[in-house]
């Protein structure tokens, strides 16, 4: 076995982490007799070798071992090969169809793959239903002989006797079509047809059938595709199949203590990372496919998860929470009733999936309104059951769903989330929850500011784990606004610098900058920052120290030197104070007419901005121009380009058909595409129509 491995110079190439001199030995680990060797070679392959899907000359070059791997039925996880195998030339062919070209590494990957056809043909017929199971979406992609792949994937279906199989083999079948659709659309769509009528297939492949065909030919989706989807999802429901006829095992946990010395923060953020990976349905991603395809049909998707969300099986009504949540943030619409059919499974019997419910409303709180007495009854309720301490509570899926649906209740700006907040905060216990939306509840400022005032102080600045919870903590003080924290802020300021923790002294000193004149305490320390070598650091002390001291002749020489530099954050930076300044910064207008060609539009943007800010009408046909351009070129910078317009007036009555078109799109749109910014930029673009069409 590996004939010719070492005949390749691996010290040539490079994987994701440097060299390939290691692939030998780990192609040789994955076929050895010690499962936990094998675990971590399959790992570093994964994580070096093919990261995060990339596919590099050595990955390419590994191929032909692997194939020698998988075929050989000695060989143990022999399954985990094939998976990795169909990667590597799934991750290349997309490469190759997609718009961003393909290297030469790409291309022979594609071509190894598809010279291995029969290999591929075989292993769909290997007696392992893993191994048949990771094959089958090679099938689709790796067969250019259509006849040939037809008439494979049809065979399969017929002697595949579990649902995951048949679904993948429906899958592969529509692959195939959209990859060859000349060779190949024709027939596969008379077979989902014929599929999707026969009352004596399983109700599952039925709706695979209806799913691939619209994928094939979203154009031809009308009502009777929803309609029919709706009807299989019914009869589905009298036919579950239970977890064990279609999940694979749990795998085993890795090493304890993996998570030592990480912020829980990011330790959170990879707990949700492995619990979005799973799913509780076999249909599941057969029905994200459905959504995908349906897109921007808002009102059909919507129609289609409030069947998914009456089903009797409580995985299926999990999947289908999460699949509404990735609809609210993705797509712009009413979602009114989408979020009252969530908010109706905070009382699930399943603490998991009122769980789920509970996280979906907070993810998507920006809209959440509807939801807003069914978040406080879901609390109120777990107060009267479990007591005023259930924040702390050990039952994972009970505590989740009480901590996110006190969180989604006090993004809602609801005095009803104060208790677990105030509960959170005393006891220390996942108190970097509570800290997250405590600035969201100005009302009871007089009980959190103190308290997280605390929280801030206990923080050992020594060490970095406590940065982002640092963070955090000045986030919330500086959105509550309550002057008796400016002390314990200026503390925080003198200790992050003292330990070079740019990050909290940068937050800091925006919490400072907002606080304004009553900051002056920490003018000394402001003014020595402005020298500071931090990049960030710099532009935030020269920002404070405007905010502060309001003296335009103090700042103006440091915002020059930063708008004369190099650095786009600093010259974006500086433009953003020169606008707060105004008309006394008269003398940067030469200055900022010359940004506006600027290559970068996080710069040009900012720019235009100052220059409308300081000189008013006269440079409004230069500023919308540049604003304009920017927003049609990134959509990202639309929160900016509108924030300004909305103080242009009159003079902003050209961009009305661009501010027409912006509401045009249907989906998320603005910084980060997210839900809140979002939601402000359509607010603001339909006041401005207003406005401007009425004078």
Request: charged residues 25%; aromatic residues 4%; hydrophobic residues 45%.
């Amino acid at each position: 076995m590996f004939s010719g491995l070492h005949d390749i110079d691996w010290s040539s190439m490079e994987h994701a982490y440097g060299s390939a001199d290691e692939v030998p030995a780990l192609l040789r680990a994955l076929r050895s007799s010690d499962a936990e060797e094998r675990r971590k070679a399959l790992g570093r392959f994964h994580g070096a070798v093919h990261h995060q899907g990339d596919v590099y000359p050595c990955t390419t070059a590994s191929l032909p071992f692997l194939f020698e791997l998988a075929d050989d039925v000695t060989t143990p996880d022999r399954a985990d090969i094939v998976e990795l195998l169909v990667s590597i030339g799934s991750e290349a062919l997309g490469r190759c169809d997609g718009p961003y070209g393909a290297s030469e590494a790409h291309v022979e990957a594609v071509a190894a793959m598809r010279s291995r056809a029969e290999t591929l043909i075989r292993f769909a017929g290997d007696p392992d239903v893993r191994v048949r199971r990771a094959v089958i979406p090679g099938l689709g992609s790796f067969i250019d002989d259509v006849d040939r792949a037809s008439t494979v994937l049809r065979d399969r279906l017929s002697a595949e006797p579990g649902i995951v199989e048949q679904l993948l083999v429906t899958e592969a079948m529509a692959a195939m079509a959209l990859r060859l659709p000349e060779r190949a659309e024709a027939q596969a769509m008379a077979w989902f047809a014929e599929l999707a009528a026969d009352r004596a297939v399983a109700p599952q492949i039925r709706l695979a059938a209806v799913v691939q065909r619209a994928r094939c030919g979203p154009d031809r989706i009308g009502d009777d595709t929803i309609a029919a989807a709706i009807g299989l999802l019914r009869e589905m429901d009298d036919a579950a199949v239970p977890p064990e006829a279609w999940s694979d095992p749990p795998r085993p946990p890795g090493p304890a203590g993996s998570n030592d010395g990480a912020p829980p923060q990011i330790v959170a953020a990879f707990e949700d990372l492995e619990r979005r990976s799973r799913v509780h349905s076999p249909t599941t991603d057969l029905l994200r496919t459905f959504h995908r395809t349906l897109a921007a049909r808002v009102p059909q998707r919507t129609a289609l998860l409030a069947e998914q969300l009456r089903s009797h099986d409580a995985g299926s009504r999990l999947d289908a929470i999460r699949i509404s949540a990735e609809l609210m943030k993705s797509w712009r619409g009413d979602h009114t009733r989408l979020v009252t059919l969530v908010a109706g499974h905070l009382n699930a019997s399943h603490h998991q999936v009122a769980a789920e419910a509970a996280a979906a409303l907070n993810a998507c709180h920006a809209i959440a309104e509807p939801a807003r007495e069914a978040l406080a009854a879901h609390v109120a309720a777990q107060y009267a059951t479990y007591g005023p301490d259930v924040w702390l509570t050990p039952q994972v899926h009970l505590r989740r769903s009480h901590q996110e649906a006190v969180q989604a209740l006090a993004c809602l700006g609801d005095e009803r989330a104060v208790p677990s907040i105030l509960t959170a905060l005393d006891s220390g216990n996942d108190a970097w929850r509570a800290v997250q939306v405590a600035g969201a509840l100005p009302q009871a400022a007089d009980q959190l500011v103190p308290r997280l005032c605390d929280h801030l102080r206990s923080l050992d600045l020594t060490q970095s784990l406590w940065e982002m919870s640092a963070r955090s903590d000045l986030a919330a003080l500086t959105a509550l606004g309550d002057g008796s924290a400016i002390g314990v802020i200026i503390e925080t300021l003198a200790t992050a610098v003292a330990h070079e923790l740019w990050s909290v002294a940068c937050s800091a000193l925006k919490a400072l900058r907002a606080f304004g004149p009553s900051a002056a305490p920490a003018l000394q320390t402001i003014r020595s920052l402005i020298t500071a070598s931090d990049p960030q650091v710099h532009p935030a002390a020269v920002a404070a120290l405007w905010a502060v001291t309001g003296d335009p002749d103090e700042v103006m020489q440091p915002l020059l030197d930063l708008l004369g530099g190099s650095s786009p954050f600093r010259i974006k930076e500086a433009a953003a104070v020169l606008a707060e300044i105004g008309p006394p910064a008269q003398g940067v207008l030469p200055r900022l007419r010359d940004l506006l060609t600027h290559s970068d539009e996080w710069v040009r943007v900012p720019c235009a901005t100052a220059l409308w800010d300081i000189g008013g009408d006269a440079e409004s046909p230069a500023v919308l121009d540049t604003l304009l351009q920017a927003w049609e070129q990134n959509s990202a910078t639309a929160d900016l380009v509108v924030a300004c317009l909305d103080r242009m007036g009159p003079a902003a009555r050209p961009a009305l058909p661009q501010l027409r078109s912006e509401l045009r799109h249907p989906q998320r749109r603005g910084r980060y595409n997210s839900i809140d910014n979002d939601e402000k930029l359509q607010e603001i673009s339909r006041t401005l129509i207003e406005r401007l069409t009425a004078d």
